[in-house]
């Protein structure tokens, strides 16, 4: 019967290794300990019930007022309605949220073809203040008339801006009579 070689080496650096186990100092999983370990766990404890959620909430209102900032961006004409759905997005968690999404982009066909403009009210008033002020040239200013002439040839002009169509009336004349003065 043969026998298997022994292993002289194995028994020695086992018995290092076992040696080097309990003379090594112990393990730390903290770069922190006693008192200052206790604070750090304070702090972040406070953090994470206070900040987290709050950011968390803060966040989940930004997203959901998204489809509002897109209607008022678009002078979406039912950016209102939009801007209501978007609140009641948040009383139901979000359900509400895609239809916001959808209805802000969506163009108001419908809307064009009761009220003859696809604009806010807003709009208008934020184009004649424009006007006033001299940023628009003559052909934004005759443009804008037009689409209050066809607004109002359905009789669906608001009294807010039959007013501000009375106003470009006078911005119009005003710049006719410039016009003639500058040409003598």
Known sequence: MMRAPRRSGAWAIGLVGVAS????????????????LDTAADFLALFVIFVIPIAGVALFWLIHILP???????????????????????VFG??????????????????????????????YVEM??????????????????????????????PPKLKSLREELDALRAAAAAEAKEGAK
Request: charged share 25%; proline share 4%; with cysteine.
């Open 68 to 90: 509002e900032k897109v209607a008022e961006h678009r002078h979406h004409p039912q950016k209102d309605a939009i801007k209501t759905l978007c609140l009641l997005s948040l």
């Open 128 to 157: 004649a203040e424009q006007a006033k002020a001299g940023q628009l040239r003559r052909e934004e200013i005759v443009h804008l008339r037009e689409e209050l002439d066809a607004m109002a040839a359905k009789g669906m002009l």
């Open 21 to 36: 186990a309990l003379l090594a100092p112990s393990a730390a999983a903290s770069f922190l300990s006693g008192d200052a």
């Open 94 to 123: 979000g359900l509400l949220w895609p239809f916001a999404w959808l209805w802000a982009y969506s163009r108001p066909v419908g809307f064009k073809l009761a009220y003859g403009t696809e604009k806010h009210e807003d709009y």
